[in-house]
């Protein structure tokens, strides 16, 4: 491999497609993206686990450039997500430019270049790096005693064996979060036995689905009407943003129709009252789903409660001393979002790693520039996580944003571009301020650093879409940025 590039991109899932399309708009061709999964996708090639979909409606979950005629249902079912993804990069003649199964270990900034080392050994140099890496691709697994002497099988709900045969199993699902709440429903309609263990109820509002059908799909094809829809679906869901306010309009709705929901899917009282959540609805993300609750309801399937002990060679023990026995262990435990970027190192021009940098916790100017950090560009980066809509709405502002960064570096004759530490600083200052009485500082979640979940918040953006699409689309390159400085005073 290796060789001089404008610009490499890490990471080939939502984030480094639409940077390679948006370069490529620009004029800037040469660029190379780097992989370390065998496919493209991401998120949606990791993801594999049965009944996997998207949890906002597919029409915002695809680019303003490139509208989907071919949705089959609302919230459409990850290899539907992964096709859209497949034939947007044949369309622009990306899959040549795409390193699969290439892991990058390094990024080194040095004498005005980055230059990256591969697992394999090679190397590369750009002065421009996006990293991409995305912000739930590293697993998170249950820190329980026992858990590597499990003799059975067990898998992280990210890592799905697609041969994998569940009819007439006991199995245990570790976890009630989004991902179990897709997963429970298929293993219910399979398993012999289903052991849910949940630590926290979460909040389950209904889903709003439905199949696209032939006129859907032949409206979808008429110049605008895609961009329209699009456009208010994503009012809509804007309008969410308001549900995290406390004693809102859109909050009273939703917490009734969450009440609603709940009453009318659980007829046992006592299952009931185990699945009431006991933290302020928006703390963690929000459940769409409408058979999440029936699953659970089903004679072979136990929601337990009680917390887990430890993991036996076969089973599992709860608190109250109770032994369940398993043959498969499913672990829908998330990602670490805290350690973002930990599996590879990089450094700046002064020497200091990003992990150092960022050993309080991650933090970014709009999660995208970093400073210390030159000609770097983080997509989907520290505080850029929503809990009310589509994360594309935020990565096609942050791509613009690097663009016009490395513009204007170009355009200036310079070498390179940096945020200046002071605007980083009073930018995270400002967020934290925000966050610190808000519904996401009122419970223990991903989004919070700390190993408890209990610390900063490092993943949510407290805000509207609006507001960050406007902040971040045109970085205000004199104001917030420098250029060519010397590494002792970027940092
Ligand atoms: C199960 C699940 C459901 C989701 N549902 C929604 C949803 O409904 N709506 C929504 O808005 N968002 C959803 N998300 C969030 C989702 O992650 C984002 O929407 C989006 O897909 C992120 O894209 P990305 O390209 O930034 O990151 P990713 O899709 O995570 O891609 C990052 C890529 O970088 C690669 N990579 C990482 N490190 C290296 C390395 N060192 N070397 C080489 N390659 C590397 C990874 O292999 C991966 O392919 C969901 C996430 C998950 C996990």
Not at 322 to 342: E, M, N, P, S
Not at 444 to 462: C, D, H, K, L, Q
Request: aromatic share 8%.
């Amino acid at each position: 491999m290796g060789g001089e590039h404008q610009v490499v991109i890490l990471g080939a899932g939502m984030s480094g497609l639409c940077m390679a399309i948006k370069l490529q708009k620009a004029g800037i061709d040469d660029f190379i993206i780097i992989e370390k999964q065998p496919g493209l996708g991401g998120t949606w090639w990791d993801t594999r686990y049965p009944g996997a979909h998207v949890d906002v409606p597919a029409p915002v979950y695809s680019f303003s450039f490139a509208p989907n005629p071919l949705w089959s249902r609302r919230f459409a079912a990850a290899p539907e997500i992964q096709r859209y993804m497949r034939r947007l990069a044949e369309e622009h003649g990306l899959l040549g430019k795409i390193r699969f199964a290439t892991t990058l270990t390094s990024a080194r900034f040095d004498d005005g270049l980055w230059h990256f080392e591969t697992a394999g050994g090679d190397v590369l140099q750009a002065p421009f790096f996006v990293c991409s890496t995305g912000p739930l691709s590293q697993l998170r697994w249950p820190d329980i005693p026992g858990l590597d002497g499990f003799t059975s099988r067990r898998l992280h709900s990210a890592r799905w064996d697609a041969t994998l045969a569940t009819p007439g199993q006991r199995v245990a699902v570790i976890g009630t979060g989004s991902t179990a709440s897709q997963l429970i429903a298929p293993l219910a309609r399979d398993a012999a036995r289903l052991h849910v263990f949940q630590r926290t109820a979460n909040w389950v509002l209904p889903r709003a689905d439905r199949l696209y059908g032939p006129l859907d799909r032949a409206l979808m094809r008429l110049p605008g009407y895609a961009t329209l829809v699009r456009a208010g679906l994503s009012r809509v869901m804007e309008l969410g943003r308001r549900g995290f306010e406390e004693g809102s309009l859109a909050r009273r709705v939703m917490l009734k129709t969450a009440a609603r929901h709940r009453a009318r899917q659980v007829v046992d009282p006592s299952l009931r009252a185990k699945l009431t959540p006991t933290y302020p609805l928006g703390c963690k993300r929000i459940i769409y789903s409408n058979d999440f609750y029936p699953a659970l309801s089903q004679p072979n399937v136990e929601l337990v409660t009680d917390a887990i002990d430890r993991i036996t060679p076969t089973g599992i023990v709860t608190a109250d001393g109770q032994h369940r026995d398993i043959d498969l262990l499913v672990c829908a435990t998330g990602f670490d979002t805290v350690h973002l970027l930990a599996s590879l190192t990089i450094t700046g021009p002064g020497g200091q790693t990003l992990a150092d940098a960022w050993v309080d916790g991650p933090q970014a100017f709009h999660g995208t520039t970093v400073a210390g950090f030159p000609n770097m560009f983080l997509m989907l980066g520290p505080n850029t996580a929503t809990g009310h809509t589509s994360t594309l709405l935020y990565i096609e502002p942050a791509a613009d944003h690097a663009i016009a960064c490395m513009q204007a570096v170009r355009a200036g004759g310079h070498r390179f571009i940096a945020v200046k530490p002071a605007v980083m600083r009073a930018h995270n200052e400002g967020l934290q301020q925000r966050l610190a009485g808000s519904v996401w500082s009122q419970c223990r979640s991903w989004y919070r650093a700390g190993t408890e979940g209990n610390g900063r918040i490092v993943a949510i953006f407290p805000g509207f879409t609006r507001e960050y699409v406007k902040a971040v689309r045109r970085p205000r390159l004199a104001e917030d940025y420098e250029f060519d400085k010397a590494a002792e005073e970027i940092a």
